[in-house]
């Protein structure tokens, strides 16, 4: 690359957002060296997160004065990575917001980049004993407002929690602002009740013992901010029936060397309860919801996010779109594709995003059952257990016979500010009813 002495003013180039809950990034490697020069949209450096590889681009044309990050380095999001300047003549005077891309594919929804500040001032994952719910849940919030919430994600109950400067205690844009770039401490905040109103969490000293000492890594914490963000938020109710699955055994014992034969794809039982799963959707709607404050979101799309265990023993939930609009072949490739992509840690950031109900196959560690904990923002998660053979009673018109049957018990955990107990029970009745009709 040329060297360029043509530059005026320097800025921060910032470390942008890159997805929902992704808190901070690996520098994996600088394409730029101090001193060189680069026009708008060259890649930068990459960036590694928990999820995927990125690829940050330059918001404008300039010079790479000082790096102030280098490989290995792990930073939070909205940290200033490096010092740039703008070369004079650049058709864009002052930096627009960097866009990070995957290295598998762009991203489809193009991240908002975090407001202007020299240095976080708090850790995003450490929430201060300070952060308390300010009762501000029904109280009415700007255009504006709502729309810097909605495109950070951020809920009316998070909402409700930052510290307002305005008169009347109202919520400004600079709040949020200040807010975000603190690294939304109050995201996963525990309510914190005065003894004279309710219920106070007693600060009890456990004895935790003695031994090895294992550090969560950034995917791992990442998984119990939002388990307990989960159980904190809804009401968790769980539901149970039992399949008999023979008809589907045999049917895709039957099916399954000619299905791969036909389509190359081998054929697991993943996307036969996605089928049954979508179906039921289909037939119950408002299972397929998240809350927004008073407001219930009934979406028009169905993604089926799949839990995966990944080879470190940590959780990721690749997601099939739209599986109301695709047959069982394609399902089948979809579900083998992002599985093996989730094995060699190879998902894009999209492929990880916009599930409306997932699916936990808890029986592939052999479990007979699971108590699975929704996948928030959504309104309800379903856990399929071990298939298992046992004598099963078999009435029939000639009288009652004992079989040997293919079992399998599924469990919904359900939101219950959302979904009622009927709802609940008629959804899960109709996945076995499904499951059952092969």
């Given at each position: 690359m040329s060297k360029k002495t043509n530059t005026t003013e320097k800025v921060d180039f910032k470390l942008p957002k890159m997805g929902e809950s992704i808190t901070e990034g690996t520098i994996l490697n600088w394409l730029v060296e101090e001193g060189d020069s680069f026009e708008e949209g060259d890649i930068l450096v990459e960036v590694g997160t928990d999820k995927v590889d990125n690829e940050v681009p330059a918001p404008f044309s300039g010079v790479l004065v000082k790096k102030n990050y280098e490989p290995k380095d792990v930073v939070k999001i909205g940290e200033a990575i490096a010092i740039l300047q703008v070369v004079e003549g650049s058709t864009n005077s002052k930096p627009k917001p960097s866009e990070p891309k995957t290295s598998t594919q762009s991203?489809?929804?193009?991240?908002?980049?975090?407001?202007?500040?020299?240095?976080?001032?708090?850790?995003?994952?450490?929430?201060?004993?300070?952060?308390t719910n300010t009762n501000r849940g029904n109280y009415f919030y700007s255009p504006l407002v709502e729309k810097i919430a909605k495109d950070y994600h951020i809920s009316y109950e998070e909402l409700a929690r930052i510290p307002a400067?305005?008169?009347?205690?109202?919520?400004?844009?600079?709040?949020?602002?200040?807010?975000?770039?603190?690294?939304?401490?109050?995201?996963?905040?525990?309510?914190?009740?005065?003894?004279?109103?309710?219920?106070?969490?007693p600060d009890l000293k456990f004895d935790k013992g003695k031994g090895q000492i294992v550090e969560m890594d950034r995917?791992?914490?990442?998984?119990?901010?939002?388990?307990?963000?989960?159980?904190?938020v809804s009401p968790h109710v769980t539901a149970y029936v039992e399949a008999d699955l023979t008809n589907m055994v045999n049917w895709r014992n039957e099916n399954k060397a000619d299905f791969q034969k036909r389509t190359g794809e081998k054929l697991s039982f993943t996307p036969l309860f996605i089928q049954a799963v979508t179906k039921a959707i289909q037939d119950f709607p408002k299972i397929n919801s998240s809350l927004d404050g008073n407001h219930i979101i009934v979406k028009d799309e169905i993604n089926i996010g799949m839990a995966t265990a990944l080879p470190n023993g940590n959780l990721i939930v690749p997601v099939i779109k739209n599986s109301d609009q695709k047959d069982l072949e394609q399902l089948a490739k979809e579900v083998n594709v992002l599985a093996s992509k989730a094995r060699d840690n190879k998902l894009s950031s999209d492929e990880t995003k916009g599930s409306t109900f997932t699916i936990s196959n808890v029986g592939t560690f052999g479990s007979l059952m699971g108590t699975p904990i929704i996948n928030q923002p959504e309104a309800a998660i379903l856990a399929t257990g071990i298939i298992k053979k046992r004598a099963e009673v078999i009435e029939k018109e000639d009288g009652d016979t004992i079989e040997i049957r293919s079992m399998m018990y599924l469990s919904l955990s359900f939101d219950h500010r959302i979904v009622d107990g009927f709802l609940a029970g008629s959804f899960l009745r109709r996945i076995a009813d499904y499951m059952e009709a092969y």
């Open positions: 991203q489809s929804k193009k991240p908002i980049s975090t407001p202007q500040k020299s240095q976080p001032t708090s850790q995003p994952n450490q929430v201060s004993s300070t952060w400067t305005g008169a009347n205690d109202r919520l400004r844009k600079s709040d949020i602002f200040k807010y975000i770039e603190d690294g939304r401490p109050a995201q996963f905040a525990q309510p914190v009740f005065s003894p004279s109103t309710g219920f106070q969490v995917m791992r914490q990442m998984i119990a901010d939002h388990m307990v963000y989960s159980k904190h």
